[in-house]
């Protein structure tokens, strides 16, 4: 389950707007505020398929190296739980090529 609750919290970060598209801030009783309703909302990005691929394909990436240095150090219980986590964002990819 950790690894899945992951590989969506690094899409919803990859679908996060560039900080330099928000609307300028402007003088007012809130530090910070911008003017009119619904003005400091900003759209989210949309990923295309391969751009979801490429978030977990990373995923999979870190997962994968983190376990091999956890085995060099001799946590060989740690690497295999990412492992375990990087086989099941594989499936995933898989399943839905």
Do not use: F
């Not at 801030?25 to 990923?47: F, K, M, N, Q, T």
């Not at 870190?62 to 099941?88: H, P, V």
């Amino acid at each position: 389950m950790s690894a899945l609750r992951s590989a969506l919290g690094a899409i919803d970060n990859a679908e996060a707007t560039d900080a330099g598209v928000a609307p300028a801030v402007e003088s007012g009783v809130i530090a910070g505020g911008v003017g009119g309703l619904g003005a400091g909302e900003v759209a989210r990005r949309d990923l295309s398929p391969a751009d979801l691929t490429a978030v977990l394909r990373d995923e999979v990436t870190d997962r994968r190296t983190a376990a091999n240095e956890y085995r060099t150090i001799g946590q060989d219980d740690a690497a295999a739980a990412l492992d375990a986590e990087a086989d099941i964002i594989e499936t995933v990819l898989r399943d839905h090529a």
